[in-house]
């Protein structure tokens, strides 16, 4: 039977996605990462020093359930409420470059392509192929993790 993206935990999911990109050397990590704010809405810079590599995970898995989508879009996924203190919340979107830079990124693992009507972005073969891969490696260790559980139960 074959796995895909969907029949695994989307958590779980883009956690190994994010290992595989460190894992292969293959993604620069822009040298403004530790330095950045990722919106408007948020306070601080992100603490985990891996942020990048979760964020071009999340952009491929989201890729993989909605081709094409733009940047727009998923600054809008990425968005959140600004707190203004005493006064109402407001939605605003999340900054633009880097999603900008993890798609750069994953264009240049050949993961993702720009849409023939200039739409956005969408996942290609080698991408769908990828992810799928690692989804079916992940439900393998799930099921040994659970199997192995079961027997020390």
Same mark, same amino acid.
């Given at each position: 039977?074959?796995?895909?993206?969907?029949?695994?935990?989307?958590?779980?999911?883009? %956690?190994?996605?994010?290992?595989?990109?460190?894992?292969?050397?293959?993604?620069? %990590?822009?040298?403004?990462?530790?330095?950045?704010?990722?919106?408007?809405?948020?306070?601080?810079?992100?603490?985990?020093?891996?942020?990048?590599?979760?964020?071009?995970?999340?952009?491929?898995?989201?890729?993989?359930?909605?081709?094409?989508?733009?940047?727009?879009?998923?600054?809008?996924?990425?968005?959140?409420?600004?707190?203004?203190?005493?006064?109402?919340?407001?939605?605003?979107?999340?900054?633009?470059?880097?999603?900008?830079?993890?798609?750069?990124?994953?264009?240049?693992?050949?993961?993702?392509?720009?849409?023939?009507?200039?739409?956005?972005? %969408?996942?290609?073969?080698?991408?769908?192929?990828?992810?799928?891969?690692?989804?079916?490696?992940?439900?393998?260790?799930?099921?040994?993790?659970?199997?192995?559980?079961?027997?020390?139960?």
């Amino acid at each position: 039977m074959k796995t895909s993206v969907k029949d695994v935990d989307q958590h779980d999911m883009v %956690v190994q996605i994010a290992g595989f990109l460190k894992k292969s050397g293959k993604v620069k %990590v822009p040298e403004w990462s530790d330095l950045v704010k990722l919106s408007t809405h948020k306070e601080l810079a992100p603490i985990d020093p891996d942020w990048y590599f979760v964020r071009a995970a999340s952009i491929a898995r989201r890729l993989y359930f909605r081709s094409p989508t733009g940047i727009g879009a998923l600054r809008t996924v990425y968005g959140g409420k600004h707190r203004h203190g005493v006064t109402p919340n407001h939605f605003k979107k999340c900054a633009g470059s880097s999603i900008r830079k993890a798609l750069q990124t994953l264009e240049a693992l050949k993961w993702v392509e720009k849409h023939a009507d200039g739409r956005g972005r %969408v996942l290609t073969k080698q991408g769908r192929k990828d992810l799928d891969r690692i989804a079916s490696q992940l439900r393998q260790s799930t099921k040994a993790a659970a199997a192995a559980a079961a027997t020390t139960a």
